[in-house]
Each structure stands twice: as C-alpha cells, then as structure tokens.
C-alpha cells in the first residue's frame, strides 16, 4: 500500500460547512494526488502535487483547494461542502521512478453531504 | 492527453482467456500506455505498462501494434477473483512538474462467471 492513509475514512457533514481530509505518506514520495469517483465517472482528478508547494488543477478542481506544507501530508478541502460532493475520495501517490507510472492508492473515504 | 476508448462491459467464464482492448488513436510519441485495476470499495492496483510491442509480468500481457493506437491488456485463464473494473491509460509519464498526472476513464467491466 506504499505506506498511505487517509482519514477520516467516513464523513458525513451538512452542506456549506467546511471540510478538510488528509493523505499521509510515510515513504517520500514527491507526487500525490486526489481524486473523486463516482457512479459513471470512474475517476476523476481534483488536484495532485509535484512537490512541496507545488500543486496544480486536475480536471474536477472547481470548489475544492489543496495544500502540501510537508511532503507526507496532502490535504484536499471543501471550502463550502455542497451536495454534489458526495463521493468517494482517493488519494495516490506516484512511485519515485521515471521509467514508470506506477500510482498506489489509499483507502478511500467516503464522503456524504446532507 | 490521449483521449481512450475502452469497451464498457465484458463476460467471462473461468479459466478462459480474456483480451480488452483500448483504443487511443491520438497517443503521442512519448505516451506510454498503463493498466489498472479495481476491485469494489478499493482504490485502483496498478497492473502493467508498456511502450511498443508486448510487455508481460506475472499477472497480465500488454500488446501494442506498431502504430501504438490501441493496446490489448490479456488476462490468461481468468478467476471469479479477477471480477473488477480495467482502466487503460495514455501518458507521458516522463513530464516532470506541472502536467504530471493521466486520465482514468469509466473502465471495462469485467465479469468472470462459473
């Protein structure tokens, strides 16, 4: 699992409240990413990250911010959860290696807006 | 990024072999072509990668004609366990910093019955 967790794992919240998940890393990995799935989509990018500070938009980022002060914490918010947020989220980290695009995912967590 | 073209739905029996193909038709010439799978309530496993020609590992073989705008991921002698959705996936994974990251499409469903 290269060493990714992400909490919390389930999360229910109302809408327009803020919400915060975290993607912890123990093996240095330099790029990291967020997604979202769901029924229909597969998965979409929100946002990854090539490094600390660095960041950039994946294909889905509209209403959701990131930040990577330190290089094992990934940190994907919703500033103001809507219902169309709802889904499952997973955060990947790529292998160090150029000759390849291996990417380990967490978990996942589950997020329900009401 | 490559746009790809996956069939949404296979059937299977055990033990036969099964070949889904992706099209990529505008696949650049740094792109490589990579695998995943995923099973319900996972995050995606990342199965295989190739250039040209065949790669093959302990789990699956990946063609690639010459014109490298499709790509063939084989699974020999399928399981029920091997039930999951295949994602193709096009890319330059060489490109550092902003415009690392690859598209998951909606994946192949595959079913293995008895």
């Known amino acids: 699992d290269a060493g990714i967790t992400q909490s919390p794992r389930h999360k229910v919240t109302e809408t327009g409240t803020p919400v915060t998940l975290r993607c912890h890393q123990t093996?240095?990995?330099?790029?990291m990413y967020w997604y979202r799935q769901d029924p229909g989509h597969g998965l979409r990018l929100i946002h990854y990250?090539?490094?600390?500070?660095?960041?950039d938009k994946g294909e889905v980022s509209d209403g959701y911010s990131v930040s990577r002060s330190k290089t094992e914490d990934f940190l994907l918010t919703l500033e103001s959860a809507t219902s169309s947020q709802t889904s499952v989220y997973f955060c990947?980290?790529?292998?160090?290696?150029?000759?390849?695009?291996?990417?380990?995912f967490g978990p996942g967590t589950r997020l329900t807006v009401t | 990024l490559a746009k790809t073209t996956q069939p949404i739905s296979m059937d299977s029996y055990e033990g036969q072999e099964v070949n889904i193909t992706c099209s990529h038709n505008?696949?650049?010439?740094?792109?490589?072509i990579t695998w995943y799978q995923q099973f319900p309530s996972q995050g995606p496993r990342f199965i295989i990668q190739?250039?040209?020609t065949k790669v093959t590992n302990e789990v699956a073989s990946l063609f690639i004609p010459a014109d490298r705008k499709s790509s063939t991921l084989s699974l020999p002698r399928v399981s029920l366990s091997d039930t999951a959705v295949y994602y193709c996936?096009?890319?330059?994974?060489?490109?550092?910093?902003?415009?690392?990251?690859?598209?998951f499409g909606t994946g192949t469903q595959l079913k293995v019955e008895l």
């Open positions: 990947a980290i790529r292998l160090n290696r150029n000759t390849s695009y291996e990417q380990y």
């Open positions: 093996e240095n990995h330099r790029y």
């Open positions: 990250s090539y490094g600390v500070k660095d960041t």
């Open positions: 505008n696949i650049a010439t740094n792109d490589y």
């Open positions: 190739g250039y040209k």
């Open positions: 996936l096009v890319g330059d994974i060489l490109i550092t910093g902003g415009g690392n990251k690859l598209t």
